[in-house]
């Protein structure tokens, strides 16, 4: 009796016990329930008194104790906080949390969960410091924790935890060094340390991981050299060091020790050396990627082996002997057929390009020889490559050789870049097939003929680069027809003749005309004052004739005006005076009669010049002219006027000597009134912008906006290429601009928002003020050109889903760093696709922040705020938070509309401004009204084409956009239709209702996700 009772009563104690655990469960989850904000697939719903808890979804129980094993909310939409009670789920071997909207700090109680094999945190926005005492978690096999807002250095006590297989910490905001102790995790097969701000060397000790198949660490600040032991994981199938500041060699063995790599890429580093010819040995190799190194020596003879490649550049290094064979290599490449990008611009190849370049891959998109040491032709059959979209092979010695007359077969071709190389012949009509082609630069060459008429069948062209050839005969009205011409037109120095056509003044876009040093006569047209973009006319060394135009009054934005060497007549125009951005006018060698006027740029001797007129008077006293006297006196009273100009010249240069003090002292006195760009940002003198910019010559001119000038530039100091934004000062609000964009710029620091290098704000060399900001340089232009390239056919250059994916985040990274974690918030107040530049690597980087607003400062600065928006509406219309037009302060959430707006534009394809919205149709309304039965049908159709195309591998089968629809997998749809839902939750026009970039950021990272699973299971 007594041994019954023993057992009964501790069958009563364990059951007990276990209602106790039970209990303990539930509490913990319902404690999270609880925490949970919002939970739109109504996941919750199912966590109730009603149901046992181990039926909860995402709730997995042992069956035999009944205690939560797992915990699966991956991927749920939910929003809220994590509490400290799920320490109490003491079983718990697995958490999935990815890629929901959580935030806030990880709880210390998780270091109680011993049993823990699984977390994974990735892609929501939980933040602070990574907690210490997940070192009591020693059975982890997998940790993920990228994409959120973690910082501060990891954790040392994570060493205890040697049996991790997948260490995942990128795209977070992780400082310090990357530590040693990882190398003691041997059971590694997957560590990424990408996209943070890590800095000191790369440790030795990773070296020991010989499990490792993926290894990153991209975009940190990493020095010293790559530790050769790394080299010797034979597992690894990705190793990237892309943007970084490392140096060093690659091991000449390389091939060997690493078979199995299909993705290699340290760009944008210091390495150099020779490139190991046993790179060729790696079979499974799709990407070769090291722009911007040092490299020398030779490309290997049998890198064609590699016949997986798709991407193969090593652009911008010191490759090649300038000798005959240096490109011997290419005759390889006819071997990998999935080829698409050949970078080997700017080395020092020499011979000729071989004519197997006509063999390789019908796939290849992009080829750039350009700046090197190339001889002979171009090979004919370079044209069977019909695909391609970029041929650069400028800045070499072809000479002698001409452009293939069958060269409009490229019909894809967006940039054509032939020039400097003395070429000969006449340009191919067959160029007026390049209907996608964008840029055309065929100047310093030895061209001869005319120029063909079918260049005007070229509609999407914005800038035409024809200088400095043989070509003659009249310049074809079908040229003037081009209306997309937006950056330049250059003729000059050819001999061209006849009269300049009216048809000029429908250039309205075009910023720079240069027709100088050709044989033109006739009257200069009247139209050419409706190019009010115009800010660079050169018209001098020609036979013009007649006076000057009196519609010219009208080019207000002109900044540089030649007419010299001409047989123009008349008076000089008074209107020359009022062009407000006048800064050099040159009426040399003309017939001139009358007054020479005096104010404007007229006021200072050093802005214009009007030698070799023999008629004129008055004017500055420096020039010596005599006094206006009626009709023939003036001739003759200039013998009087020279004794009493000597006289008088001594004074004059005392004066000029007082008066060039005083300003001076004035100009000394403004710049110390813009001192504040001295305290944020290192300075630049104006004489290193103007010799980095030959002069702010205009082939260095990227384009213009608001308050000033944009041009590329190389810095004599290290030989960076810039780009430099020169301040309008006479654009009322110009000055407040470089105040706020420095004061903006030289607060934040983050891989998306374009990073400020320098300033200056000095006077230049005619003793105006002068102020610029220096950024990086963006390789591949701005958002708005690719989104909407003039030519909307077939063959133009595209995005795909993947690329506006990764932009979108990038974007959105940039403003949730901005709006969330500066010291005190910035809004950008300017947000719009023509604002977001992108790199080499087509990263996003959000830029121009001459509006932006610190959210603390003072109520008055709302007054400016009300008066620059007319200058946010010239280009930003559509992109306004509705509750602007009402009189609301700016916030936060304005930019997270404009960001909405922007988004769907990236997705639909249209701007918010297209025609087809109007009558109380705008594109938030479009977009909302087609989800989700009919997304496919308002889906940018080079979308679905691009991804149509993947999947059938073949363009041919994709006849039409309706065929595009069918074949669009489920999930893509999915993709596209959440990726919209996103943009419609950011644009709503309650502010309140509009989701924030936090928020948005991990909702993008979540479907990138989703995306990359569906494509991997396609492969």
């Known amino acids: 009796m007594i041994f019954l009772s023993d057992v009964f009563l501790l069958t009563i104690s364990l059951v007990f016990a276990n209602t106790l655990a039970d209990e303990s469960d539930r509490t913990a989850l319902l404690d999270l329930k609880g925490r949970v904000l919002n939970d739109p697939l ?88 990574f907690p210490a005492n997940i070192s009591h978690c020693t059975k982890l096999v997998v940790l993920e924790l990228s994409s959120n807002g973690f910082v501060g250095q990891i954790p040392n006590e994570l060493s205890t935890l040697t049996k991790l297989e997948r260490f995942k910490f990128g795209i977070n905001n992780f400082t310090g060094t990357i530590p040693p102790w990882v190398g003691n995790f041997s059971s590694i097969l997957a560590m990424s340390f990408g996209r943070n701000n890590f800095h000191g060397s790369i440790p030795s000790e990773i070296g020991r991981l010989s499990k490792m198949e993926f290894f990153t660490v991209v975009e940190n600040n990493l020095t010293g050299i790559v530790p050769p032991s790394i080299y010797n994981i034979s597992s690894l199938t990705l190793l990237q060091f892309t943007k970084n500041h490392l140096q060093g060699t690659l091991p000449p063995n390389i091939g060997f020790t690493l078979p199995n790599l299909q993705s290699f890429a ?111 032709s171009i090979p004919l059959g370079i044209t069977n490559l019909i695909n391609l979209q970029v041929l650069a092979m400028e800045g070499n010695m072809m000479n002698g050789s001409s452009i293939p007359p069958n060269i409009g077969n490229l019909k894809s071709l967006v940039l054509l870049y032939l020039g400097r190389n003395g070429l000969i012949g006449p340009i191919p009509s067959s160029i007026g097939n390049l209907t996608s082609l964008t840029n055309l630069y065929l100047s310093y060459n030895k061209h001869d003929g ?95 004739e007649g006076t000057i135009p009196q519609s010219f009054k009208t080019l207000k934005s002109l900044v540089k005006l030649n007419l ?103 100009s000394r006195k403004d710049i110390s009134t813009s001192s504040f760009a001295n305290e944020f940002l290192p300075q630049i003198s104006y004489l290193e912008l103007s010799k980095s910019t030959d002069g702010f010559s205009m082939d260095n001119l990227i384009g213009s906006g608001s308050f000033g000038t944009v041009y590329k530039g190389l810095l004599s100091n290290g030989g960076s290429i810039v780009a430099i934004k020169v301040l309008n000062l006479q654009q009322e609000g110009a000055s407040k601009s470089f105040v706020d964009e420095c004061n903006a710029l030289s607060n934040i620091r983050h891989r998306n928002l374009l990073k400020i290098i320098t300033s200056c704000s000095s006077i230049d060399v005619h003793g105006n003020e002068f102020k610029a900001l220096v950024f990086n340089f963006m390789s591949n232009g701005n958002l708005d050109g690719w989104l909407h390239p003039p030519n909307q056919g077939q063959n133009q250059r595209r995005l795909s889903l993947i690329q506006r994916l990764n932009i979108a985040i990038d974007i959105a990274c940039g403003l949730d760093y901005l709006h969330n974690h500066c010291e005190t918030p910035i809004v950008h107040c300017d947000l719009k696709p023509s604002n977001i530049l992108l790199d080499d690597n087509m990263v996003a980087h959000v830029g121009d922040f001459g509006l932006a607003r610190f959210m603390l400062e003072r109520s008055s600065d709302q007054i400016f705020f009300s008066q620059t928006m007319s200058l946010v509406l010239k280009g930003s219309i559509g992109y306004i938070p509705p509750e602007y037009g009402t009189g609301s302060i700016i916030s936060i959430e304005g930019d997270i509309f404009s960001y909405g707006i922007l988004l769907l534009e990236m997705i639909i394809g249209k701007r918010p401004t297209d025609d087809t919205f109007g009558n109380d149709m705008d594109i938030h309304l479009f977009t909302r009204r087609a989800l989700p039965r009919d997304a496919l ?76 699973k569906g494509t991997l299971k396609v492969l």
């Open 266 to 376: 340290g760009g944008i580093n210091n390495f150099d050396g020779p490139i190991p010819k046993s790179l060729a040995n790696i079979s499974s190799l799709q990407i070769l990627d090291f722009p911007n190194n040092n490299f020398f020596g030779m490309v290997p003879d049998d890198i064609g082996r590699l016949k997986y490649l798709e991407r193969l550049n090593f652009g911008s290094n010191s490759l090649g002997s300038g000798k005959v064979g240096d490109l011997n290599f290419i005759s390889s490449l006819v071997n990998c057929t999935r080829l698409r990008i050949l970078g080997l611009d700017t080395n020092h190849f020499g011979g000729v390009v071989p004519s197997s370049i006509a063999n390789l891959s019908n796939q290849l998109v992009a080829i750039t020889l350009g700046d090197n040491m190339l001889s002979g």
């Open 937 to 1012: 049908s308002i889906i940018d159709p080079s979308i679905l084409f691009e991804e149509t195309c993947q999947e059938e591998n073949n363009d041919d089968k994709v006849k039409s956009g309706e065929d595009h629809k069918e074949i669009v997998p489920r999930w893509k749809v999915e993709c596209l239709v959440s990726i919209m839902r996103i943009g419609l939750t950011c644009s709503l026009r309650a502010p309140s209702e509009r989701t924030s970039m936090s928020v948005v950021v991990n909702e993008l990272q979540a479907i990138k996700s989703s995306y990359l």
């Open 42 to 129: 109504k996941v919750m719903s199912s966590w109730n008194d009603s149901t046992y808890f181990c039926d909860w979804i995402g709730v997995t129980c042992n069956d035999t104790i009944g205690r939560v094993v797992s915990l699966n909310l991956e991927t749920r939409d939910l929003t809220g906080s994590v509490p400290p009670s799920l320490g109490n789920l003491t079983y718990l071997t697995e958490i999935h949390l990815g890629g929901n909207k959580f935030h806030g700090p990880i709880p210390q109680e998780f270091g109680r969960l011993l049993q823990l094999r699984l977390l994974n945190l990735s892609y929501n926005n939980f933040g602070g410091e």
């Open 564 to 666: 010299s060497h001409n047989n123009l007549i008349g008076p000089i125009p008074e209107f020359l005076c009022e062009l407000p951005s006048l800064m050099y006018v040159d009426l040399s060698y003309n017939n001139f009669v009358g007054k020479v006027p005096e104010e404007g740029a007229f006021s200072n001797s050093t802005m214009f010049s009007i030698i070799g007129n023999n008629n004129l008077c008055d004017g500055l006293q420096e020039l010596h002219l005599p006094t206006c006297m009626p009709n023939d006196q003036t001739r003759s009273s200039s013998k009087v006027l020279i004794p009493i100009a000597s006289a008088v010249t001594s004074v004059v240069i005392l004066v000029s000597i007082f008066c060039l003090c005083f300003l001076l002292k004035k």
């Open 450 to 544: 005319y120029i063909p008429t079918s260049l005007g069948e070229c509609k999407s062209l914005v800038s035409l680069e024809l200088s400095s050839n043989n070509l003659s005969g009249t310049i074809p009205k079908e040229i003037f027809s081009l209306t997309s011409l937006s950056i330049t037109l250059t003729l000059d120095h050819n001999s061209f003749t006849g009269s300049l056509p009216d048809g000029v003044g429908g250039l309205l876009s075009l910023l720079q005309l240069d027709l100088s040093e050709n044989k033109l006569s006739g009257n200069i047209p009247s139209n050419l004052g409706k190019c009010t973009s115009m800010e660079q006319l050169y018209l001098g060394g020609n036979q013009f």
